[in-house]
């Protein structure tokens, strides 16, 4: 399976396809100046607020301006609210916990280590993205108050500015976003409907037998080179429900791989018969048709019916391709048994949503990373305090801000890191102050100054989360130097004190996260994609115990677990395009093909997941005994299949298994004898779990011969 990301990626040398690369990624889209625009509206406001009124810490309010969810207006409502709670909370345990220990020094070394590790846990056992980056930040910037040899009073009195100054910005960046938008809508769903509207014209080019356009051909490789990388953050950090969240998870990686597809029809040479235009003009009629269903949100997706083929001439490859994928894409917007789903409206009975990941207190990944964070920022702790320089406590600062970044390359990272920190601290903080600010005598200069900075930074961070982070770093250190007093800073020497915290952070995240326990992209892709396929074959097992209660938890959790390693695939799999080296080539083919069997495999998940609920015996999901024996052979077969791909993925070997072809069969027999003993027609649920089966085992199979 060709696709465009590995003819895109192919660059004559890295500076030619790094140029590319960022062309492509600072291109407009729809609705990019738009949100830049609100960015800069609110983080605007709270520097206006809090130089007029001369609150201290206003930087913190004007980083949250940024880090707040946009997607629609009742997600940032919801953030919003959220990040004004946890700060209430991380103020509370910093003045509980912190006059308990002020007063002993070993004991106040201890809560400083526990209470780095504890905020770091947050960051990765929270469900909600902007809690935990909230209680973090509270944490890594109240928690040096308390170093400093002032009173009580003065380190309460500036706990309690820090929150009013993120009340500010929580506050004024909701505001923005209510009046701003007047129509609501969703960005996710008007990107997805961009990119499948762009292949239709592509296609339509190729049915109608004209010459492609050079704007449709740019348009389509822009968007391919782009990706679908922002989608998925934009649901990660979302608050939908599981059910939504894995169907649109299912549908963001299809479309990225039809885009992929028509991204190779952009390149010279391709000629079709009469034939393969018929199926080219179909093809672009589905794509419209799923489109324009798509942004209707309450309208159930059909897939049109396929003209027979059996006497038309075998069509290229790569049209075989877009087909099936197409065709997939109807399946999963399909999958559930009942015909009232709606891709706009989550599926009813979803489960309760958690304060924390449902696998919080189990898995013993979020342990490990709590410790690796806290080791990181614990050494610039203890560094800074060694030498007695507490200008750079901003080290401290910086380490947890990147540990919320879901970049997955240790080189990727501390590109983006460094550079973002050089251009943000030294050539955009230092800079102005040398050469800009001391012609500067009123606020309406410095709000000038302010705008033009957070709008590039702001640009950047509306690229994908492979560039996005950068945006994120010119921003922080662009704040940290200028929004720290209550006017334009002019001693260099604290710029330079916080521009050496941000530098000390990066570094130490470089050698605990990266260096220590850190691995090639190419290396973490393979890896977290086997682990996809073994929590696969997992949850095909499900349930596994006679408590429906019990069956349904593990349930939720297995999926939360499949969903964030389907996440890290596609970020390590963004990051091995910025490693280069001898095996550049080999590992941009593999990431090729990982990237293809992504969306094929989630679709399998959200097909087990609509047979898991025949294995629990959901209302409406019944079926009789003889069936489930039958169903449990089915599934036991599937998880096997699932498994030997991962052992063959790790180089373990594996065990030939019987394809699931067979096995369906087989089920399909035992569902004859059914009902030819009962004498009576199947039911609807027997009709739709034989349907989800047979469906479950044509993919599943595809896989197998791929892998």
Known sequence: MATAAQNISAAPSPLTWFGQFLKQELAPYPGRAALVTRMIVAATLVMLIGMTFQIPYVFQGAIYTLMISRESSRATLKSGLNILVLTGIGAVYLLISARLVISLPTLHLFWVIGSFFLAFYAIRTMSNFGASATFAIMISVGVPFWDRHVSSETNVEATLWL??????????????????????????????????????????CYADDCPISRP???????????????????????????????????????????????????LPGFQFSE??????????ENVGSIRSHFLARRTPFFSKPATDQENAPRPTHLLSEMENTVKLMTEVLTVSPSPTVSVARPLERDPPETFFVRDAFTNVDHVKFAIKGCLTASLCYLIYNAIDWPGISTAVTTCF?????????????????????????????????????????????????????????????????????FGMQVALAF????????????????????????????????????????APAFVQMKSLFTSSLR??????????????????????????????????????ADAVIFEFGPSRQRDLAWRSRI??????????????????????????????????????????????????????????????????????????QAVGRASAKEQRQLAPQIQSFLLLSRRTAALADSLQDEI
Request: net charge neutral; hydrophobic share 45%; glycine share 6%.
């Open 163 to 204: 929150c009013l100054a993120s009340a500010i910005g929580v506050v004024v960046t909701i505001t923005v976003e209510q009046f701003s938008r007047m129509k609501p809508g969703e960005d996710m769903v008007n990107g997805i409907a961009e990119r499948l509207s762009a292949v239709r014209e592509l296609l339509l």
């Open 216 to 266: 449709i051909a740019e348009k389509v490789t822009r968007i391919a080179v782009v990706g679908t990388s922002m989608f998925r953050r934009i649901l990660q950090r979302s608050a939908y429900s599981p059910d939504y969240a894995e169907r649109m998870g299912a549908v963001i990686g299809l479309t990225g791989t039809v885009v992929d597809l028509a991204a190779n029809l952009t």
């Open 275 to 284: 034939s393969d235009r018929s199926r080219i003009r179909s093809l672009a």
């Open 401 to 469: 801000l990147t540990a919320l970044s879901t970049v997955g390359s240790s080189r990727q990272k501390q590109v983006l890191r460094i550079s973002g920190a050089i251009v943000g601290g030294f050539l955009l903080g230092m800079g102005s102050q040398i050469f800009i600010l001391p012609y500067l005598d009123s606020i309406a200069g410095f709000t000038i100054l302010f705008i033009l900075v957070t709008a590039l930074a702001s640009w950047f961070m509306t690229s994908s989360p492979r560039l996005s982070y």
């Open 479 to 518: 704040y940290l130097i200028h929004l720290r007093t209550f006017g334009m800073e002019s001693s260099l020497s604290i710029a330079r004190d916080r521009v050496v915290g941000i530098l000390l952070g990066l570094v130490m995240m470089w050698l605990v996260f990266d260096q220590l326990w850190g």
């Open 535 to 572: 929590l696969l074959a997992q949850f095909a097992r499900e349930p596994l115990s006679g408590d429906r209660k019990v069956a349904v938890e593990r349930s939720y959790s297995l999926r939360e677990a499949i969903n964030r390693s389907f996440d890290s695939v596609r970020a390590s």
């Open 595 to 668: 990237r293809e069997c992504q969306p094929e495999l989630r679709t399998l998940f959200l097909m087990r997941i609509a047979l898991w609920k025949y294995r629990v015996q959901l209302p409406g999901f019944e079926l009789p005994e003889s069936l489930r024996v039958a169903q449990r052979e089915f599934d036991g077969q599937s998880a096997e299949i699932l498994d030997a791909m991962a052992d063959r993925l790790a180089d373990n070997g594996s065990v030939q298994v019987e394809d699931l072809v067979s096995a369906y069969a087989q089920l399909e």
